[in-house]
Structure formats: structure tokens, C-alpha cells
């Protein structure tokens, strides 16, 4: 265990090294009965370098959730190779991945009455040494507290501390979620879905979050969304994918244009650029221009 | 930094030391006290002194002294101790599943008994008792093997049921253990049916849960069996943690998820099989204990899974001394004492006391 994680730091020194490398990777779920058994990840392979932000972005069973599932070694590679850091998951325990990736979940049904403290303390889990003795009891040292205060107050949680996760709002929660993913002190953060379900200004605090993380600690995120504006406005590169394959790959100015949503979404849209930054602007078309699709309906 | 860490660490919002000690420590004397209390009460009373020196005797294994010792004497050591300890240490077992189940399977009304995993271990128990196999054989307790085995079987199914889709809702769980405990109570019925009446009596007052203690020294086995269990589970007890944020979170958090499942289920119906074997069928702790424990204490499993092995060893050695003493020279079912006063007690917690007190 010991050498593993020298290996892991060592291999993060060098800064040729992305922090994702992707390499011909493909999936798919066990045969379900009465449907076709289809690639949910077709021969894709991109690199993430440290530091950035990737926005994955696509339609609906396009393969982005399990992408995720892939990159923090919750699927098995099915073909290909996943490195991070340099090294294959393969070759990792699921501790020393737990060391490297954090993931946050599209949803958290938490059915039990834990309290925001002892969520954020849990991403602490795979930083602890486990003495037999004490049977976990005490198991938090001084560190462990400190880092997952520091977490809570990237997050600005630290005054739910004692509430219930289950009695918070959308927004709170997935804050929380954060800071739990945070505490684990990775270098890789997963998302799926991170503003999914919740208002403006909740969605606008967890990206600032986010671009403060990268900027800050060199945090790299991959981050799932459905929201095409809003992956423009905070990633780096955009991750297009369309049936399990990478369809482009790319900054937003690259890959969100007419012609590419056109043939992955399978609809029209209108596109012009953000009046501050510049990035692509997604506008669904009016009713009533939107007329021809009816009349096909 | 680490000061304000422990603003909110001290503040009784995560597990440390000083509080597990200090709940169980309450805990344990409160045990203590529960159990010499129950030994005064039976179908006839005892007062303090005769419990004080039917303990000091016992303590002490005299058998000088024994020629000097009355009838309550004599009924306090050979009856009613060793049954207010299994009933203790049942309920404690009970509970402790309970609370392993309900993380597991992320359902908080989870319970041995509702989904079919006692039924599993009687009907194993059942079938060895038809064959005619003894409760040894060859210095093995065969009985609370069957009884393992049974509940393993009922507890994968149930399992597997769980598992077949993504995300089977609460209710459609609970639902599938009601109809393979009903199933696996026919086939029970059945093997009453066809037997002996003499025999199937017995089978028949053992299912309705009994806590009538065996030998001694089969009971000290028992005890021991239990608590190695126990601590088995607790130093599982973080990875339960971890299991109830589901189970693609728990990966992300470095715990070998597929193991660590598998290992809960056999202590789970490794501890089920056991007490179902000596005890029969005593519905509703595994439930209720775990339940408004939680409510009280929280969720922390480190903390959750003794204390509610504690309360539900209470529970059950209260619950079994109502049911020897309210009809008393007559004994009801055990059974239908945790139910009727677990039922209630639960609703309201559910209802009122939604906030932790400790």
C-alpha cells in the first residue's frame, strides 16, 4: 500500500503526465433481454490534462454517466485502457483509486439521519489507517477534521455542520456532496450531473465553486451536463459524445455549433455568442419556427 | 483551523470518543440493572437479597452451599438467569442484524423477520428436525447450521430480488420479503403437518419464539457465539457507513463494496440461523430497536450498531419477563409482547421525535 501511493505521487510530480488518458476504451452492459447489445462506450480516447475542467455533454443515453463509472473504476474497462496519473486502473486498488478520483453522483438518497459533518468526514474514509482494535472508533485524527473543515469551507457548509443532510435544500446538498468529494483530497474530481435540478443561482455558485477548485488546488474535473450553456461558459474543452462515441473534442467554440447539435440531438437550434465572454450561446428556436418538426410529429 | 474544526466535531455533530464511551457506558449500566431487575419478576417474585445471593452463589460455584439454598434460589439460578441472559443476548443479536440489513440493503424498515430471513432459518431448522437430525452430531451444533443455511438462502434471494433492478423501491422490497416469508412459512406448515403431533407441538411452540434456555453450558456457547459475531460486524461497522451512501459512492470511497457485502451476509445469516435455532421466531426487534436508536443517536454505524445491540438485548429481556409474568403461571409468546409494545413505541418516534437527542 505504501509503495502505491509513493508511485501515485511521484507519477503527479511530473507534469508531462495528463491526468486522464482514455485509450480506446469501450463498454458495454451485460445483455438485457429483448434488446440488442449495443456499445454504451465505443473505442473512445481523449486525455485530460491536470488542471482542466471537461464538460462531457450529449444526449440522453449517449454513454456520459457511464464514462463516469468507467474513469472511477465503478465499471470494469471492458477494452482499452484507462491511466491516471500515468497508471492503469487496473493496476489500482480501489483505495489508492479512492486517493486519486472523487466522484459526486447525480442523485444522493441518503435514507439515514447523518448529519453534514459526518458525510463530509466519510470522503475522508480512504486516508485513514485502519487500527483493529479500536474498530473505527476514533479513527478521525486531528488531520482528518482539518481537512474536512477546509472542505466545508470551500463549500461555505461549515454552518449546516450539525444539520441533517436529508432536511436540506437541492442546493445545499449537492455543496455537501462537494465538500465530502473534496475531503477525500483528490486530484481528480468526477461529476455527474452537478446542477441538475437546481435554480440559477444554485447552479452559478456550484461552477464558481468549481473554477475556484481548479484555479486553486489544480483541481481536474470532468463534469457531466446536460446544460450546453452552461458547460461553454465553465469548461475548458467540451467532450461531445453521440451513441457511446467521441464526436468532438474540443473548446466550446469548437465543438457547440449547428452542424454538430444538429447531428447528435437530431434538432435544430439557434447559436450565437455569449455577450461577455464570447463562448457559443445555445437558444432553442421558437414555436413557431419550429413548425416543419410538428408537421412530421 | 483545527479550532474551528472542533467547534462542530465537539458539538455533537460526528462520532468521537468521548461520546461512544459515554452512551455505551450508560448503556452497559443501564443493562445491568435491566437484567437484575427482570430476574426479580416470573411467575413468582424474588426480592433483591434472594437475587443478590442466588448471584453471589452462582459467583462464587459452590457446592457446598448448595444443600443451604431455597426454592427461589434454586429457581433463579437454574431457570430464570440463564433465560434473562439468552433473552438478552437474542435480542441483542436481533438488533444487530436489524441495523447490518437495513444499511445493506439502504431500506431503514429492513428486518430478519419481515424478509424472510427468520423464516429461512426456521425452515432449515424444520427440515433437520424432520430428519430427525439431533442438535449435535458429532460436537457440531447442527441445528443452528441448518439455520444458517436456510437464512443465507432466503437472505440471497431476497437479495438478488433487490438487485434485479436498479433501484427497486422500499416498498417493493418489503413487499417481496412478505411474500417469501409467506411461502417459506407454508412449506414450515407443511413440515408440521406431517409429522408426529407430539413432535410437531414441540416444532410448533419453538416457531412461536420461546427464550427458554438450554444447559449451561450450551448457553455459554451461544453467548460467546453471539458476541464474536457482534464484533465481527462492528469492525465492519464504518464500511456500513460508507453502504448507505450507495453503493457506486462507497467504491468511489475505496471500500471493496462486493466482498464486504458478501462477508455481511454470511455473519448476518451466520447470527440469524443461530438465534432463530434457539429461540424460534421473535419478530419485530430487528426493526423497531435499530429504528429508535437511530432517532436518538444517529446514523453513525460505530456508534448505532452497539448501542442498538444493547437496547434490543433491553428490550427483549423486559419484553420476555411481561410475557412470563402477565398471565403468569401461563406464558404468552414473546412475540406478541415486542409487537405490541414495540408497535406503538415505534409510531410515535416516527411521528414526534424526529430530532437527536444525544
Known sequence: MKTNRMETMQSWLSVDVPAIEVEGVSFRYPTTEGRERIWTLDHLSFHVDAGEILGVVGPNGSGKSSLLKVLSGYLPVGEGDVRLGGLS???????????????????????????????????????????????????????DLACAHHAMVETDVVSLADRLVSDLSGGERQRVMIARALAQAPKILLLDEPTAFLDLQHQIEICSILRRLKEERGLTVVLVS???????????????????????????????????LRAVYGCDVLIDRHPESGVPRVTIPSYASTKHIRDHM | MTDLASSWANAGAVLTVHRWMAVIGGLLLASVAILVLCLQFGATSVDMKTVATAIMHMLRADQEGAATLGTSEIIMVQIRFPRVLMGFFVGAGLAAVGVTLQALLRNPLADPYVLGVS??????????????????????????????????????LIYRLAQSKSRLPIHSLLLAGVILNAILTAFIMFITSIMEPNRSAGLMAWLMGSLTAPNYPALGIFLLYVLCVLVMLMHKAQSLNMLTLGEETARSLGVETEGIKKWLFVLTALLTGAIVSVSGMIGFVGMVVPHAVRLVIGSDHRLLLPASALVGGMFLAVADTIARTIMAPAEIPVGIVTALTGGPFFLYLLLWRKDRMV
Not at chain 1, 227 to 246: E, V
Open chain 2, 119 to 156: 423464516s429461512g432459518s426456521a425452515l432449515g431448522v424444520s427440515l433437520a428436525i424432520l430428519f430427525g437430525i439431533g442438535s449435535t452430531f458429532m460436537l457440531l451444533p447442527i441445528l443452528p447450521l441448518f439455520g444458517f443455511a436456510g437464512g443465507l438462502m432466503a437472505l440471497l
Open chain 1, 89 to 143: 486502473l487496473g493496476t489500482r486498488s480501489q483505495a489508492d483509486i479512492a486517493r486519486l478520483v472523487a466522484v459526486v453522483p447525480q442523485e444522493y438518497a441518503q435514507v439515514f439521519p447523518f448529519t453534514v459533518a459526518e458525510t463530509v468526514l466519510m470522503g475522508r474514509f480512504p486516508h485513514r489507517t485502519a487500527r483493529w482494535w479500536s474498530m473505527g472508533i476514533g479513527d478521525e485524527t486531528a488531520s
Open chain 1, 226 to 260: 446536460h446544460d450546453l450553456n452552461l458547460a461553454s461558459q465553465y469548461c475548458d474543452r467540451i467532450l461531445m459524445l453521440k451513441a457511446g462515441a467521441l464526436f468532438r473534442l474540443g473548446t466550446p467554440q469548437e465543438v457547440i455549433g449547428v452542424d454538430a
